[in-house]
């Protein structure tokens, strides 16, 4: 096997698990978890959110982590991916702002517009 057909086989692969993720209509909650994340706070904000998701009995929400999404100065990041599609990334995340975050989009279904990345 080819590389090429090795590497669009995974791509394939990995686009067939994320459309399988969206059409079960939950959010994916995605924590930049890397060394530079890690370092300025992402352990509590994933127990933070592990805990809300628990206290609040919310089943409407994936909790996933990912490695380093690039922007250092802005960790913890945190993506909220709704079953529609949209994508809303956070930064500078603590733990009860992924509380709130976490609360706002499963039960509510918006955004903390104050917390958003900016570019």
């Excluded at 080819?2 to 399988?20: G, H, P, T, V």
């Excluded at 994916?28 to 992402?42: H, K, T």
């Excluded at 409407?60 to 982590?65: A, D, K, M």
Aim: net charge negative; glycine share 6%.
């Amino acid at each position: 096997m080819r590389f090429n057909d090795f590497y669009q086989n995974l791509r394939k692969s990995a686009e067939e698990a994320i459309k399988n993720k969206r059409e079960n209509g939950k959010i994916r909650a995605v924590l930049g978890y890397s060394i530079c994340s890690v370092s300025v706070g992402a352990n509590e904000v994933l127990r933070s959110m592990q805990e809300v998701l628990v206290e609040a009995d919310i089943d409407n929400v994936i909790l996933e982590t990912t490695g380093c999404i690039g922007l250092c100065s802005k960790e913890p990041l945190l993506d909220i991916y709704m079953p529609n599609g949209e994508r809303y990334t956070y930064q500078l995340v603590t733990p009860s702002k992924a509380r709130a975050i976490v609360i706002s989009h499963s039960l509510y279904g918006e955004p903390m517009e104050e917390w958003l990345l900016k570019m």
